[in-house]
């Protein structure tokens, strides 16, 4: 089992451009989710999917912020423009039913827009 | 608005001893509550999950006891070892008509510091 992969693990950009974070989740696993992390807000749900179809992205920011799950066994998370305000570590973690609600996280991508 | 958080921020202890780890939640539909270790640059692991038709589990080393009367979740780790130095998160799966299943919603994280 070679767990959940990010990519990058880090990323650093210019305010302004475009940011794509991209996630391969535990093959098998039929949700996936997006968090972000922050020393202020902590943990924050940012989207999930099930059977590659968004379940729920109420906690997405704003409309900068888009995310796609074309297949099974890829995500992305893309940003743009992007801000300071985004730097942060986003996690993409995925589960399946067989293995109850507990959540598998990838290693996370550390952003960081100056 | 409704969240899950710590009472102590941080927590230091000496190799050997037992740690204890609590948590406040307050929404009390909450049924199934987990605790995750992450340790610096990486991301957060499993420890151990309870679901509210229980009162206590174990683990390998550790403990997750739940208190529904007073919304109260603690994570007890014997033995501590410095290899267990990371922040400690609770979560809740606040559930809704079955639609938001694994969509967990985290407290603000313990940091635990096991000097050796």
């Known amino acids: 089992d070679a767990g959940v992969i990010q990519s990058p693990r880090h990323e650093v950009t210019e305010m302004g451009q475009e940011v794509t974070l991209r996630c391969k989740p535990i093959?098998?696993?039929?949700?996936l989710f997006w968090y972000r992390q922050t020393m202020m807000r902590g943990l924050e749900l940012l989207i999930y999917?099930?059977?590659?179809?968004?379940?729920?992205d109420s906690g997405m920011p704003e409309d900068r912020f888009s995310a796609k799950m074309p297949n099974a066994s890829f995500s992305t998370l893309k940003i743009q423009p992007s801000e300071p305000r985004d730097s942060a570590v986003y996690f993409c973690?995925?589960?399946?039913?067989?293995?109850?609600?507990?959540?598998?996280f990838g290693s996370g991508t550390q952003l960081s827009v100056l | 608005g409704e969240s899950v958080g710590l009472h102590l921020p941080t927590l230091s202890v000496q190799e050997g001893d037992n740690s204890i780890i609590n948590c406040a939640y307050s929404n009390s539909a909450s049924d199934y509550f987990i605790w995750y270790k992450q340790e610096s640059g990486k991301g957060p692991q499993f420890i151990i999950d309870i679901r509210s038709n229980m009162d206590k589990r174990q683990g390998q080393r550790v403990t997750v006891l739940l208190n529904k009367t007073v919304k109260h979740l603690s994570l007890q780790i014997a033995a501590t070892q410095p290899g267990d130095s990371a922040v400690y998160f609770c979560a809740e799966n606040r559930r809704a008509g079955g639609t938001s299943y694994g969509k967990l919603t985290f407290g603000q994280g313990t940091i635990l510091t096991v000097h050796p």
């Open positions: 999917f099930n059977n590659n179809v968004p379940i729920d």
């Open positions: 093959s098998g696993h039929n949700s």
């Open positions: 973690a995925s589960n399946s039913a067989t293995r109850g609600e507990k959540l598998f």
